[in-house]
């Protein structure tokens, strides 16, 4: 017992736990990088603009309007960004439940990724709230709007927080030294797992239901009462398209971190995670044709919001996936990443469109962000970036856990 | 009015009230029993452009009192500043007025949004805001198909303006202000069933001056507001494409299978963890 208390009080050096903790807040390596030097400005710039905001109102700095509430910080920094942190669901699943030991590797980097996203970018949406200081009423209970989609999704928002969170404590707990901790904390993993996955099959899905009710404001070809399942199963291929991304810079940017062992691994990694892709985008494309004959929307296909239409199902989605499927045959890992950029960027369109774009199409005001509204967003995206380095930089995520892990098992 | 969830608790209520407190509560339910959706019917025939509901609306609420003037084909809209306008629109029969402020539907779309309540479609009929419930997220304006809900974009403290059919005064026993200001009778205030008798009744006695149709009677699964009018509803700036059954049915499907995500999924993941769990393997799951 006694001994327990001393690892979590103390470090390797011998430092109380306050030393350590401030010594790991320094920065580490060069400052004036280039990475740095353009995301300093535009944060500082971002945190002038929110303040700004909170003093003048919403409309002071975006350029949303009556007819269009919702603009960048909804349809990009949430509902794309969650879209986006769909990989850690989806890795969990084929790691903890169907025990795909091959992608273990991942699963680390993968949630705490996942874990920063849901930080952030629902964290985003803070700034998006007229009234953000009742924002705890739909939790404590005193108004509690069970009717409504969007209740569902902020509080699956905060219980997927915590689930990813859980997974991610064991990695905190090999940083601390806390043996005990880490014991306790990874025998909840699989519980964690579980109800992650729900959470986000619901929430995900979620995400789309919200502009159900919007049926006359969004461009037929985009609004269906499919959305939920349309976005629940374009989440997988988008959240798994990011792992691929994210994972071809984290392998040049963090090489260090990386063991010789994972870097062999990351090949087949890779293209496995780019059948499963296209595999997933087979299926999504599907829908989306079984949605549009359903629909009878043949009629909006000759207009410029069908051209539109066509460009995202055809240069975003088909071509990807042709991508992933013939690159997975020729073993082509340039080619793969190639294919998981185009399909974030058919992600990110997709959303938009859904919510952005064609959400009052007809209107004779188009809304188009203005740069205080980029320029937050950008902000909000460097604020996880450092934070993600920082954890990469300190915890064992990329690196293989201390010494003491393996012993204790 | 169909019943709706709330309607079946207060039912519940009323019947759990009445076997607990026994014959003294009993005595209260025939009286809210009657309690039954109010609403508003504008007569377009009869609108003479005055602007009286605008001011007595602007001055009963605290907003400024309209200062554009009333002109032919020049769409005034509904603000953050201004909750109800009059519209002069050129149709097939002539010139026509109509009002424009929150329908207040029988089955909200903004209430059924509403993740804290704040909008709130109240058993007298008006859907009302309740500003220490609202966090400004603004998804009622997302989801109202009339596109009513006004924000205040340039406040710290924004709220949200929409008619609210002077829920104060209806509480009070008074009718709304608009109403009470309207010199030609154009806007008459009662309950939802007495007033669509009243518009069947008008359309009957003069088939001729009217079109056959009550604006409000069934749209987004019937409003509060009702309206008649001798021209074409799509000629008097009405979307007459919106649907006729309710808009919160659009969600119902997605938010009904929630619970049963919730069971049947966890037990499946669980039954697959631990059929492919490993025995030899097993120490290593923790990580």
Same mark, same amino acid.
């Given at each position: 017992?006694?001994?327990?208390?001393?690892?979590?009080?103390?470090?390797?050096?011998?430092?109380?736990?306050?030393?350590?903790?401030?010594?790991?807040?320094?920065?580490?390596?060069?400052?004036?990088?280039?990475?740095?030097?353009?995301?300093?400005?535009?944060?500082?710039?971002?945190?002038?603009? #929110?303040?700004?905001?909170?003093?003048?109102?919403?409309?002071?700095?975006?350029?949303?309007?009556?007819?269009?509430?919702?603009?960048?910080?909804?349809?990009?920094?949430?509902?794309?960004?969650?879209?986006?942190?769909?990989?850690?669901?989806?890795?969990?699943?084929?790691?903890?439940?169907?025990?795909?030991?091959?992608?273990?590797?991942?699963?680390?980097?993968?949630?705490?990724?996942?874990?920063?996203?849901?930080?952030?970018?629902?964290?985003?949406?803070?700034?998006?709230?007229?009234?953000?200081?009742?924002?705890?009423?739909?939790? #404590?209970?005193?108004?509690?709007?069970?009717?409504?989609?969007?209740?569902?999704?902020?509080?699956?928002?905060?219980?997927?927080?915590?689930?990813?969170?859980?997974?991610?404590?064991?990695?905190?707990?090999?940083?601390?030294?806390?043996?005990?901790?880490?014991?306790?904390?990874?025998?909840?993993?699989?519980?964690?797992?579980?109800?992650?996955?729900?959470?986000?099959?619901?929430?995900?899905?979620?995400?789309?239901?919200?502009?159900?009710?919007?049926?006359?404001?969004?461009?037929?070809?985009?609004?269906?009462?499919?959305?939920?399942?349309?976005?629940?199963?374009?989440?997988?291929?988008?959240?798994?398209?990011?792992?691929?991304?994210?994972?071809?810079?984290?392998?040049?940017?963090?090489?260090?971190?990386?063991?010789?062992?994972?870097?062999?691994?990351?090949?087949?990694?890779?293209?496995?995670?780019?059948?499963?892709?296209?595999?997933?985008?087979?299926?999504?494309?599907?829908?989306?044709?079984?949605?549009?004959?359903?629909?009878?929307?043949?009629?909006?296909?000759?207009?410029?919001?069908?051209?539109?239409?066509?460009?995202?199902?055809?240069?975003?989605?088909?071509?990807?996936?042709?991508?992933?499927?013939?690159?997975?045959?020729?073993?082509?890992?340039?080619?793969?990443?190639?294919?998981?950029?185009?399909?974030?960027?058919?992600?990110?369109?997709?959303?938009?469109?859904?919510?952005?774009?064609?959400?009052?199409?007809?209107?004779?005001?188009?809304?188009?962000?203005?740069?205080?509204?980029?320029?937050?967003?950008?902000?909000?995206?460097?604020?996880?970036?450092?934070?993600?380095?920082?954890?990469?930089?300190?915890?064992?995520?990329?690196?293989?856990?201390?010494?003491?892990?393996?012993?204790?098992? | 009015?169909?019943?709706?969830?709330?309607?079946?608790?207060?039912?519940?209520?009323?019947?759990?009230?009445?076997?607990?407190?026994?014959?003294?509560?009993?005595?209260?339910?025939?009286?809210?029993?009657?309690?039954?959706?109010?609403?508003?019917?504008?007569?377009?025939?009869?609108?003479?452009?005055?602007?009286?509901?605008?001011?007595? &609306?602007?001055?009963?609420?605290?907003?400024?009192?309209?200062?554009?003037?009333?002109?032919?084909?020049?769409?005034?809209?509904?603000?953050?500043?201004?909750?109800?306008?009059?519209?002069?629109?050129?149709?097939? =029969?002539?010139?026509?007025?109509?009002?424009?402020?929150?329908?207040?539907?029988?089955?909200?779309? &903004?209430?059924?949004?509403?993740?804290?309540?704040?909008?709130?479609?109240? =058993?007298?009929?008006?859907?009302?805001?309740?500003?220490?419930?609202?966090?400004?997220?603004?998804?009622?304006?997302?989801?109202?198909?009339?596109?009513?809900? =006004?924000?205040?974009?340039?406040?710290?403290?924004?709220?949200?303006? =929409?008619?609210?059919?002077?829920?104060?005064?209806?509480?009070?026993?008074?009718?709304?202000?608009?109403?009470?200001?309207?010199?030609?009778?154009?806007?008459?205030?009662?309950?939802?069933?007495?007033?669509?008798?009243?518009?069947?009744?008008?359309?009957?006695?003069?088939?001729?001056?009217?079109?056959?149709?009550?604006?409000?009677?069934?749209?987004?699964?019937?409003?509060?507001?009702?309206?008649?009018?001798?021209?074409?509803?799509?000629?008097?700036?009405?979307?007459?494409?919106?649907?006729?059954?309710?808009?919160?049915?659009?969600?119902?499907?997605?938010?009904?299978?929630?619970?049963?995500?919730?069971?049947?999924?966890?037990?499946?993941?669980?039954?697959?963890?631990?059929?492919?769990?490993?025995?030899?393997?097993?120490?290593?799951?923790?990580?």
């Amino acid at each position: 017992m006694n001994n327990q208390a001393v690892t979590i009080a103390k470090d390797n050096d011998g430092n109380s736990i306050w030393q350590f903790l401030l010594h790991e807040l320094k920065p580490r390596g060069k400052w004036l990088t280039p990475f740095n030097i353009i995301s300093i400005p535009i944060m500082l710039l971002g945190l002038g603009l #929110i303040f700004y905001r909170f003093i003048y109102g919403i409309g002071s700095i975006t350029n949303l309007s009556q007819e269009i509430p919702w603009g960048l910080w909804i349809g990009f920094d949430v509902v794309t960004g969650v879209a986006f942190a769909g990989g850690a669901y989806v890795l969990t699943f084929m790691v903890y439940i169907l025990k795909m030991d091959k992608y273990h590797s991942l699963v680390r980097v993968t949630v705490l990724n996942g874990f920063l996203a849901y930080v952030f970018y629902a964290g985003a949406l803070l700034l998006d709230l007229g009234r953000p200081w009742n924002v705890i009423n739909p939790i #404590i209970g005193n108004s509690f709007g069970t009717s409504s989609v969007l209740f569902l999704v902020a509080w699956h928002f905060m219980l997927y927080m915590l689930a990813e969170l859980i997974e991610f404590s064991p990695a905190i707990a090999e940083w601390l030294g806390a043996r005990r901790a880490r014991k306790i904390l990874s025998g909840m993993t699989i519980g964690a797992v579980i109800f992650g996955i729900t959470l986000s099959t619901l929430h995900q899905s979620g995400l789309g239901a919200l502009f159900l009710m919007a049926k006359d404001k969004i461009h037929p070809l985009w609004y269906s009462e499919f959305i939920p399942i349309l976005f629940l199963v374009s989440s997988i291929f988008a959240g798994l398209s990011m792992v691929i991304f994210e994972g071809s810079i984290s392998s040049k940017v963090f090489s260090d971190q990386i063991s010789e062992k994972h870097h062999k691994a990351e090949r087949g990694i890779i293209q496995g995670l780019s059948m499963i892709c296209a595999v997933a985008m087979f299926a999504y494309l599907f829908m989306q044709l079984l949605v549009f004959i359903h629909d009878k929307n043949w009629a909006y296909i000759n207009t410029p919001m069908g051209y539109w239409f066509l460009l995202e199902m055809i240069g975003f989605v088909l071509i990807p996936m042709i991508l992933f499927f013939y690159s997975y045959r020729n073993n082509n890992t340039l080619m793969i990443r190639i294919a998981a950029i185009l399909t974030m960027l058919g992600i990110i369109l997709n959303r938009l469109n859904v919510t952005v774009i064609g959400f009052r199409w007809d209107a004779p005001v188009h809304y188009v962000p203005s740069w205080m509204e980029i320029t937050v967003t950008l902000a909000v995206i460097f604020t996880e970036i450092w934070i993600f380095r920082w954890v990469i930089n300190r915890m064992p995520v990329l690196r293989e856990s201390p010494a003491w892990v393996k012993e204790e098992k | 009015m169909s019943i709706n969830r709330r309607n079946f608790f207060k039912t519940v209520g009323i019947a759990g009230v009445t076997l607990a407190v026994g014959k003294s509560a009993g005595a209260n339910s025939p009286e809210s029993e009657k309690t039954e959706f109010r609403g508003m019917l504008y007569d377009a025939t009869r609108c003479v452009g005055c602007l009286e509901c605008e001011i007595a &609306c602007a001055k009963s609420h605290n907003l400024p009192e309209p200062t554009d003037e009333l002109q032919v084909d020049v769409l005034r809209k509904t603000s953050e500043v201004k909750r109800c306008v009059i519209n002069y629109h050129t149709t097939s =029969k002539g010139e026509v007025l109509v009002r424009n402020q929150c329908m207040h539907c029988n089955e909200p779309a &903004c209430a059924a949004a509403c993740l804290t309540q704040a909008m709130y479609k109240t =058993k007298e009929g008006p859907v009302i805001w309740r500003a220490d419930k609202c966090m400004g997220c603004r998804y009622c304006m997302v989801s109202c198909p009339f596109d009513v809900p =006004k924000f205040e974009y340039f406040s710290a403290n924004p709220k949200i303006e =929409k008619c609210d059919m002077c829920y104060d005064r209806i509480m009070k026993g008074q009718i709304p202000s608009c109403a009470e200001a309207c010199p030609a009778e154009a806007l008459i205030f009662g309950t939802r069933r007495e007033l669509l008798a009243e518009a069947r009744k008008r359309i009957a006695e003069n088939p001729t001056e009217y079109v056959d149709q009550i604006y409000g009677e069934n749209v987004a699964g019937g409003t509060g507001y009702l309206y008649l009018s001798p021209a074409p509803f799509n000629e008097v700036g009405f979307n007459t494409k919106l649907q006729n059954t309710s808009y919160p049915a659009l969600s119902k499907g997605f938010l009904y299978s929630v619970p049963s995500v919730f069971v049947l999924l966890p037990t499946l993941l669980l039954g697959i963890h631990k059929a492919t769990k490993d025995n030899q393997s097993k120490d290593e799951e923790n990580e």
